[in-house]
Each structure stands twice: as structure tokens, then as C-alpha cells.
């Protein structure tokens, strides 16, 4: 059969060629200083959070950069959507004070340039994965783009949007945050395999995130230390000062107090695959 790909009688062949030659080289200072990526922070920044007390902790506790939800979105529509403007600044002044970045998710492209002014790095969330006009615009920056896999999304899917931030000036980083599954004990099901399959194809770094990639507090743990056995190269996790509180994602929110032990363990784990 020649050049045919039996697998794919229609539509495009993948194409990535970029992603295919990044090299750990063009990764650049994440890589100096920084053994295991790890963001990690509450998944919505909530109104009436001591701010500066959860920087703190994270700092302590080994996370690369703190993460939070800042622009309110639901499966559902509801009151009290949209970017939390005020809420950003505060969260990002007290990260700044304990010398970590934070990630924010570029949820609306009209807000790039406000999103733009507080974060050190720019996340596309899982339904944004095959936004091309925002990854265009996201590749024009000199900033970290986390790329999230979307949940219905295949490997070649997944890097082919790679591919639009690999050909710009952006660090791309992938991170697998599970599928749409008909499996019930999970909410989303982390591949595991995908992991270890795009280490084999790129040295674009790859995190695990286990907390949307299960939706439970109790398999965070195990399945984040999985995913660092297949390779990963950090990991994306949801913490809580109180868990059960949390206003959004509460079953799968990790307790803050506990970060220090999941970092340390995880980097054991890396130290141990290497
Ligand atoms: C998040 O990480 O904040 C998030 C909303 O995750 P996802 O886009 O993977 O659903
Ligand atoms: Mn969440």
C-alpha cells in the first residue's frame, strides 16, 4: 500500500512536524531549576480566601507555580460568570510576594491582554483545546502555554493543536487531564498510556493532572504518581485549605496540607523511572 495510512482512509494525515523536533533544549530555564513541574493551587480562586496564606503554603510545599480558576464558567449556565478581574490582581500580588507565577486559563480571547497582565503563564483548558484562533494568538508569546487534551480528543488531535503553539515563540506544555469515559468510577479517565506514548514522540514536557483526570480526592495520589512513572514531567493538582468546602470541584480537591508529601513522593517516583 505504499505511502497509505490503512488507518485513516479520510481526512487529513496527522501533521507536527515542530512538536516532532522540540527538543528539551528549547525548553529552556523550566528545565534548570526545576525537577518536577508542579502547578498546584484551588480551582477556583473563591472571594474571602486567605490568599496569602495559601501562596504561602504552596511555596513551602514545592509547587513551580500557582494555579486557580479566575473566570467563572459552568457546564451550565448560571449567575456570577465571567473574569474576576479584582480577585486576579489579589491573587497574583500574593503569589508575586512568595515568588511564584501564576497560570491562568485564557477562557474568553477579548480578555488576552488583561489575562496577559497578571500571568506568568497562560493555560488553554480542555474545551478550548482546538481553539485555533487562540492558540495563534497564545503562540505569539514569549510565555509558557499549558495546553490541556480535550476530553474527546485523540493523541494526533492533541498534538496536531500542539503543532499551532509549536510554531510560534511560546514554551508549549501538554497535560493529560483524562477522557470522556463510560467507565463510573471516575469522572474523566486518565490515559496513562498517552503519556508515555508522547514522551516518545516530543520532548514538549507533558504534566499529569489526576484531579480532573479522575474527580476523586482519593485517587489524586495514586494516579498522579502513575502518570510520573510513565514519564511525566510533573503534575497539575487541585488543592483546598478544606477540601469538603471547596465551591467548585470539592470531590476531587486535595488538601493543602498535604502538598509537601505528594511533591516529595512524586519527585521520589521521577527519581526512581530516570
Ligand atoms: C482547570 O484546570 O482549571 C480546568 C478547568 O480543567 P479542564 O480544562 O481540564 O477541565
Ligand atoms: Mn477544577
Not at 130 to 141: G, H, M, N, P, T
Request: charged content about 25%; hydrophobic content about 40%; some cysteine.
Amino acid at each position: 500500500m505504499g505511502e497509505f495510512d490503512h488507518r485513516r482512509v479520510w481526512g487529513p494525515k496527522p501533521n507536527y512536524p515542530h512538536v516532532k523536533a522540540w527538543t528539551r533544549a528549547s525548553g529552556g530555564v523550566l528545565w534548570l531549576y526545576t525537577p518536577l513541574i508542579v502547578l498546584a493551587g484551588p480551582c477556583s480562586v473563591e472571594d474571602g480566601m486567605d490568599l496569602e496564606f495559601i501562596a504561602g503554603m504552596l511555596k513551602r510545599s514545592g509547587a513551580t507555580k500557582a494555579r486557580g480558576g479566575l473566570y467563572r464558567a459552568g457546564t451550565y449556565p448560571g449567575p456570577n460568570f465571567g473574569y474576576k478581574q479584582v480577585l486576579a490582581g489579589k491573587w497574583s500580588r500574593a503569589c508575586k510576594k512568595v515568588g511564584l507565577g501564576i497560570v491562568v486559563e485564557v477562557l474568553d480571547i477579548r480578555l488576552l491582554d488583561r489575562v496577559d497582565e497578571v500571568a506568568d503563564s497562560f493555560q488553554v483548558g480542555a474545551r478550548h483545546m482546538q481553539d485555533y484562533a487562540l492558540l495563534k494568538e497564545l503562540s505569539r508569546s514569549r510565555k509558557t502555554v499549558f495546553l490541556k487534551r480535550n476530553p474527546g480528543s485523540t493523541l494526533d488531535e492533541f498534538l496536531g493543536a500542539a503543532e499551532y503553539l509549536a510554531r510560534g515563540s511560546c514554551r508549549p506544555v501538554l497535560i493529560e487531564r483524562g477522557s470522556a469515559t463510560r467507565m463510573n468510577h471516575v469522572r474523566w479517565d486518565l490515559s496513562i498510556s498517552l503519556i508515555a506514548a508522547v514522551k516518545r514522540m516530543t520532548g514538549i514536557p507533558i504534566l499529569v493532572d489526576a484531579s480532573h483526570g479522575t474527580g476523586r480526592r482519593d485517587l489524586v495520589r495514586p494516579m498522579t504518581m502513575a502518570g510520573i512513572a510513565a514519564g511525566a514531567d510533573g503534575f497539575l493538582v487541585e488543592v483546598h485549605p478544606r477540601p469538603e468546602r471547596s465551591l467548585s470541584d470539592a470531590d476531587q480537591a486535595y488538601p493543602l496540607n498535604s502538598l509537601a508529601m505528594l511533591v516529595n513522593d512524586a519527585n521520589s517516583v521521577r527519581e526512581a523511572v530516570t
